[in-house]
C-alpha cells in the first residue's frame, strides 16, 4: 500500500504519537488538531515536542469492502442497543448502537486489525529511532500516545504486543521502553471486550489482547533484578465524557460493561455540561446526524465525542504527563 512511517528530528526529548479514531482520516487530516494541541499547551511547552500521526483508513477501507461483514456487525449492534436500552431508554439504545457501529467493526476482521496493529508498532520503532538520531539516549525519551476512541482500541493491542514480543525490541525493562503516557481518550476497550465475549465463535479471537483471561489491564515486564512489574507507561490515564457513550457513558450514567478501568489507570470523567444537550432526545439527535454525516455534520461543535475539546480542556494535565 506503500505506507512508511512517520519520521523527523526531534526538537528536544519529547515526542508524541496521535492514534485516530472514528472517522475518515489521511495525512494532513488532523492538522487542525496538531494546531489546537500546540496552541493549548503554549508556546513555553509545545514547540519542545516531536508530533507524529498514524493513519490507517486505507486498511479499514481494505477489509470494508472486500469482506461482507454487515449481518455480524448488524448482530454486535442489535446487543449494543439491548444493553444501552436497559441503561437508558429504546430510543438513546438505539442511537448510542448506530453510533458505535464504527468502533466495533474491527474486532471482525483479524487481518486488518492486526495490520493496523503492526503499523503503530512501526511507528512506534520509528519515533524511538528518530528520537535516538536526534541525540536522546533510548533511556532519557519520553514518548507519549494520545488515542481517540477506536484508536485506543488499536492502542491498546499495539501495547500488549509490545510488552510481550522480545522480537519488537520495545519491552518496557529490557529495552527500556517505557512511555511517558499513554492518554485514552473516549476507550472503547471494555465495550468491545463485553461484547466479543457475548459472541463468541463469531469473533477471531486469535491476538486478540482485549479478550485476556486476565480481563483489562495494563501491560507489563517483570524486572529480573527487583521482581517488579514494569509497566508499558509510567502514566496510564483515561478521558471520558459523561455523554459519551464510546466512554462507557449513557446519558451521564456509567455503564462498567462498557467503561474501560484496569487497575492502576488515572481517570477523568468530564461534565459535559458545556455541550448544552438538555435531554436525551438532543443527545439522539446528535448522535444520529453524527452518525450519517460524520465531520461534515452541523452537530459537530455539541459532539461529546470530539477529541478536539478533550485536549482543550485538559491541555494542564496533558502537559504534564508528556513531560
Known sequence: MGWKPQSQLWPKQTAVLFIHGIGTAKPGSYDPLLKLFADSLGPAVAPGI?????????????????IGLASQLSALQGFVEQAAARETDP????????????????ILNEAARLAVRDRILAQIQQ???DGHKSGVQFQNQKISIICHSMGCFHTYEALHAASADPALQLLPVSDLMQFRSVI?????????????????????????????????????????????PGYCARDWVSIAGDLDPVGG?????????????????????EDQSFLDIKDKSDLIGILADIAVNGESSAQILRNPHSWDNYIAHHAAEIAGWIA
Not at 498514524?54 to 477501507?61: G, H, I, P, S
Not at 465475549?197 to 533484578?225: M, N, W, Y
Open 50 to 66: 516531536a508530533k507524529y500521526c498514524v493513519y490507517y483508513d486505507d486498511l479499514n477501507d481494505w477489509f470494508q469492502d472486500k
Open 91 to 106: 430510543d438513546l439504545g438505539a442511537a448510542i448502537a448506530a453510533f458505535l457501529g464504527d468502533v466495533l467493526l474491527p
Open 127 to 129: 519515533i524511538r529511532l
Open 184 to 228: 485514552f481518550m473516549a476507550s472503547p476497550v471494555q465495550l468491545i471486550r463485553t461484547v466479543a465475549q457475548e459472541f463468541g465463535a463469531l469473533i477471531p479471537k486469535g491476538h486478540l489482547a482485549a479478550l485476556s483471561d486476565q480481563g483489562v489491564f495494563r501491560p507489563s515486564e517483570t524486572d529480573v533484578v527487583t521482581g517488579n
Open 249 to 269: 457513558h449513557f446519558f451521564k450514567k456509567r455503564a462498567p460493561w462498557a467503561y474501560m478501568a484496569p487497575a492502576g489507570q488515572t481517570a477523568i470523567v
